[in-house]
């Protein structure tokens, strides 16, 4: 309880803190902000499923071991708030065993980096812990006038690490940016899907199967959290899939939106989640609202019926978004003006680039095609004035 009560203090403080040096800033439909900064476009590597699990993220892991170590820093930071950092003790003891527990080839993944990057395992398994739970987002699925499906999402995360006064910024969001990258997984030499990751995390947040259908995953806020699931799995509870391992599977192995659907909406899950999808075909476009054991509903794309774009933040599409973190009404603005036959890419790229849907928590915004297979992604910063989130 004394843990709980400390935490709250803190949060509370920080809240305070942070609204205090918010300035003014003003909601506008943002134009012509693409093509971004050259500077800003993620690099791409290619993980090759041919070779053992242990080996796919050697060449990547070694590369950005410095940057991984240096977001760490942060992450532990965060961890250490608890018990006067008693916690961070327990990390190596109690979370490197997990990795023995986890689903083929995962595991064997997660040992491999740890290996590359010469970071203890208990950490790499913390850090993809992590993105299981504190990410929040915008996500878009739109379709123009001639059917043809846009994907794209902003990746928000670093809610509450540590806010930066000076600077203005999130110190963990400061740190991701340098390992955020595009991966083209291969098979064979051709490419399986391809997705944009923070290096060393094995799971999916962002992805395209080319000719198939898009994905991204936004966080839902639920008192049933994934911290209850976490905690089921380590007390030996493994029948709930670990949303990343999920997406995962159903990247390599779904054939069809249908199915893709059908896997997500279905699994249970550690944790609640939003899953966003678009397909091949005029109306193929879905949000599905995840518990941690059923899908709570489906919203689809509808355009017969003027449902042209479907757009989701981190709150449920019946309830009104809360006023402190209202990215919905914005985007939604901005959508609606840009019509329907302005639909691309280089316009949803606009709208991601305004603000409050554009803050101080994005990492990078990740645009996608389906027919053509296409994934681009780039970093992003929100200048002042600027919201945290």
């Not at 083209?184 to 051709?190: M, V």
């Not at 449920?316 to 329907?340: H, L, Q, V, Y």
Request: proline fraction near 6%; charged fraction near 20%.
């Amino acid at each position: 309880m004394e843990v709980k009560l400390r935490f709250a203090v803190k949060l509370v403080c920080l809240l305070v803190v942070v609204q205090a040096q918010v300035p003014p800033f003003e909601e506008k439909c943002e134009h012509g902000m693409y093509p971004p900064k050259a500077e800003s476009k993620v690099a791409s590597y290619v993980i090759n499923l041919d070779l053992p699990p242990a080996e796919r993220w050697t060449g990547l892991a070694k590369e950005k071991a410095p940057q991984i170590k240096d977001m760490l820093v942060e992450v532990k930071a965060f961890v250490g708030a608890f018990g006067n950092g008693s916690i961070i003790a327990l990390v190596d003891k109690y979370l490197a065993p997990l990795a023995d527990t986890l689903p083929y080839p995962f595991a064997d993944e997660l040992k491999g980096i740890a290996k590359a990057t010469d970071i203890p395992l208990g950490e790499v398994v913390l850090f993809n812990v992590f993105y299981e739970f504190f990410t929040v987002c915008t996500s878009i699925v739109a379709e123009d006038s001639t059917g043809k499906l846009f994907h794209a999402r902003n990746l928000d995360f670093g809610l509450f690490l540590g806010w930066d006064i000076k600077n203005n910024t999130w110190a963990l969001t400061e740190k991701l940016r340098p390992i955020v990258v595009n991966l083209d997984w291969q098979r064979g030499g051709k490419t399986v899907f391809k997705s944009v990751n923070f290096a060393g995390y094995v799971g999916l947040l962002t992805a395209v199967k080319p000719q198939t259908f898009t994905y991204s995953m936004n966080e839902r806020f639920s008192a049933d959290g994934g911290y209850i699931g976490l905690i089921e799995w380590i007390l030996g509870s493994r029948d709930s899939s670990w949303m990343g391992f999920l997406t995962r599977d159903t990247l390599e192995n779904a054939t069809s939106f249908t199915e893709a659907e059908a896997w997500l909406a279905n699994r249970t899950l550690l944790a609640p989640a939003y899953f966003i999808l678009g397909g091949t075909k005029s109306g193929e476009g879905a949000i599905i609202t995840r518990s941690r054991e059923k899908a709570l509903d489906i919203k689809r794309l509808d355009p017969a019926n003027g449902r042209w774009f479907l757009l989701q933040t981190n709150y449920d599409n019946w309830e009104n978004p809360p006023f402190i973190d209202d990215r919905r009404t914005p985007g939604d603005n901005c959508m609606a003006n840009m019509s329907k036959s302005n639909t691309d890419l280089p316009h949803i790229f606009d709208v991601l680039s305004s603000k409050p849907v554009l803050n101080k928590l994005t990492t990078y915004t990740a645009l996608m095609q389906v027919d053509e297979g296409h994934l681009e992604s780039y970093l992003q910063d929100c200048p002042d004035p600027c919201i945290p989130w």
